[in-house]
């Protein structure tokens, strides 16, 4: 073959690679193109996913509730280490399957698929924790460790659950927390991050009262994450600033007493310290257990015919019956239409000058002559009753308002209700009939009251002055003298010899050998009172109040097993009203008339102590109780025994390390 041909054929085979070549550039070229496209049209949305998946972003950290106290240090709402489980929203690739796992492995340990989707659909952070469940035990904890493995972005960690030692003791005062709603977000916009994050704000009572302080402020923190969400390495922290501490007014001991007093009854007990209006007991029963509050058991205690979500002791309203009868007689007398001297012949029935109604007294036969101070510690409807248009209706609203009746007094408390012909006007209701004023003065027919509010007007009734402070949680407020002890931490009896405590008529503890009450006051002037009510006046009230809890009186269970004086009054509120007369027209007696259990009479009373020396007073309502006397009078008792006992107590030891003090100065 010729030069030139050799030339010729190697041209051809070079040409020949080059076009293979050339080829072969152009289809990795379109592959590279086609792919490209793919990448940046079709797949945009998977790899910018993954993108974030292994990046540098900020989350938020919780930061600690504080806890609430009573007044002795004890705690009421605290924290605990608990196990949580979450999942980053974005990593979550099948949502179905997802949540069929969480219902098996989580099965029975309080987590609710419902609360968990709300919290997801409310999550507005990118690639922040969103939390399933919390406070399940370990075997939950390590069915989901077993399995999460086929699940990405979830996680297993330690939180900060609330805590409720007290349990159902101070459930209704104290509150709970729950999750944010869109109201609360736009109330504490300027937090709004704060809460998405931490998912609980306080709803009720004190925790919601005390929200701004026991919150705290969110910390941030600055972490490096893996494809799997997990956090590789922290660049920068912001440590979160823990809420605040709270120390309350109550006192637990007392709560413990109206506690197990009223276990497996239904009401309210209130309890507010004389001098200064702090409320030392705010109980309600049935009661629930914040910490068990969940969507299942709020459902039940919802349907529940007790209402233990209810909080009797500021929301219910109740007849006060008989334990205005103070107020009502305080009214008569500051206008001249009441004295101690008259007299009222009780048989037991009061026929008023219009109409044919028979009004009987509780007491069926009478309490025979009766005047004022046997009116009130006998609590004799007759007598009232025989006074009532010459007491009138608009001067018993003013007094019954100046003790703290019909109107709130700013703990979300309802206002209750003081009828009269202008209410019954304005309301639209039936016209004012004469038996409406005989039903008001002895505290029945439209007459409205809360718990917290015959609890103000008992510490009025109790106070030197008339001058009680509205009723408060806070407990910086000035501390009264010892209850009822002398200097030495020995107990203010008020009797003179021991034989005097089994009481009878001069017996009762806390008269003087005249039955004059034993008021503790140096002067009169120190015990000046308010609006036109006289001294003299306010010492027959607290003496008949003070018989009350003798023997002879409608509460002697009050001073069963102590020695204390306890002043009161009891209340019996009608819930139906009953038939005048039988089938064949003969009058029918209370006795007669066979009631269920849901128809017994509202029972109440009434106490402050010490007589001598007033510093707490307590209220009791029993509802459905029968008579306050039998059942609410203990009630009151029990708290106010623990309560002078402790004190009793505190005193005493306080007496012997001031003296230890005093030894230990003096050794040189």
Not at 253 to 280: C, E, F, N, P, S
Request: aromatic residues 8%; negative net charge.
């Amino acid at each position: 073959m010729s030069r030139f041909g050799e030339e010729r054929e190697s041209n051809e085979r070079f040409s020949r690679r080059l076009n293979y070549v050339l080829w072969m550039l152009v289809i990795l070229t379109g592959v590279l193109i086609g792919r490209l496209i793919y990448l940046q049209v079709h797949a945009v949305k998977t790899y910018r996913t993954l993108s974030y998946e292994n990046r540098i972003y900020t989350r938020q950290l919780s930061p600690e509730r504080g806890d609430l106290y009573d007044r002795h240090g004890e705690v009421l709402a605290t924290n605990r280490l608990d196990y949580s489980v979450s999942v980053v929203p974005e990593l979550i690739e099948d949502r179905e399957a997802l949540l069929a796992w969480l219902d098996d492995v989580l099965a029975g340990s309080g987590y609710e698929r419902e609360a968990f989707l709300k919290r997801l659909r409310a999550s507005r952070i990118p690639y922040s924790s969103v939390e399933i469940a919390a406070g399940f035990g370990l075997e939950a904890v390590a069915r989901i460790a077993e399995g999460r493995y086929r699940f990405r972005g979830i996680k297993i960690g330690a939180r900060s659950l609330r805590h409720y030692p007290q349990g159902e003791i101070a459930a209704h005062v104290i509150g709970y927390l729950s999750t944010p709603d869109a109201e609360d977000l736009r109330r504490h916009e300027s937090d709004a991050v704060l809460y998405r994050h931490i998912n609980r704000i306080g709803r009720t009572g004190l925790e919601a009262q005390h929200e701004a302080v026991l919150v705290g402020r969110a910390g941030h923190e600055t972490v490096e994450v893996d494809v799997r969400g997990n956090a590789v390495r922290q660049l920068k922290v912001q440590s979160p600033q823990p809420g605040g501490d709270v120390v309350t007014s109550l006192d637990l001991g007392m709560m413990r007493a109206a506690h197990r007093a009223m276990r497996g009854r239904r009401g309210a007990v209130v309890a507010l310290d004389v001098a200064t209006g702090a409320v030392r007991v705010l109980l309600s029963s049935p009661a629930f257990d914040p910490g068990a509050l969940n969507s299942l058991n709020y459902q039940r205690w919802t349907e529940s015919r007790d209402k233990p979500l209810f909080n009797r002791a500021l929301q219910a309203q109740y007849p006060p019956g008989s334990v205005i009868k103070p107020v009502v007689a305080l009214s008569g007398l500051r206008q001249g239409v009441l004295n101690w001297e008259d007299v009222v012949h009780d048989r037991g029935v009061y026929t008023p000058k219009r109409g044919n109604r028979i009004y009987r007294d509780w007491q069926e036969n009478g309490h025979g002559e009766t005047d004022l101070f046997k009116a009130i510690y006998r609590s004799c409807d007759v007598y009232f009753w025989s006074y009532a248009e010459r007491i009138g209706v608009e001067s018993l609203g003013v007094s019954l308002g100046e003790f703290g009746l019909g109107r709130s007094l700013g703990l979300g408390d309802t206002p209750g209700l003081i009828p009269s012909p202008q209410w019954r006007k304005v309301s639209g209701r039936a016209p004012w009939m004469p038996g409406d004023l005989l039903n008001l003065i002895i505290g029945q027919g439209d007459l409205l009251a809360s718990p917290l509010q015959l609890a103000y007007m008992t510490a009025v009734l109790a106070s030197s002055d008339g001058q009680v402070p509205l009723p408060s949680f806070e407990a910086d407020a000035p501390p009264g003298r010892a209850p009822g002890l002398n200097d030495d931490g020995t107990l203010q009896t008020g009797l003179d010899a021991p034989e005097q405590a089994g009481v009878g008529l001069g017996g009762a503890p806390g008269l003087n050998d005249d039955e004059t009450l034993q008021t503790g006051l140096d002067t009169p002037e120190q015990a000046l009172w308010f609006a036109g009510y006289t001294q003299a006046d306010i010492d027959n009230v607290r003496r008949a109040l003070l018989r009350v809890t003798a023997a002879d009186g409608t509460a002697p269970r009050a001073s069963w097993g102590h020695r204390f004086a306890i002043a009161g009054k009891t209340g019996t509120a009608q819930v139906v009203t009953l038939p005048q007369w039988d089938d064949e027209g003969n009058p029918l007696k209370k006795s007669d008339v066979e009631l269920s259990e849901e128809q017994q009479d509202h029972a109440l009373f009434i106490g402050y102590a010490p007589a001598e020396a007033p510093e707490v007073a307590v209220v009791a309502v029993v509802e459905n109780g029968g008579s306050g006397g039998r059942v609410a009078s203990e009630v009151v008792r029990d708290v106010v025994v623990s309560y002078l006992r402790a004190e009793q107590r505190r005193r005493t030891r306080s007496a012997v390390a001031d003296q230890g003090d005093e030894a230990s100065g003096g050794v040189q």
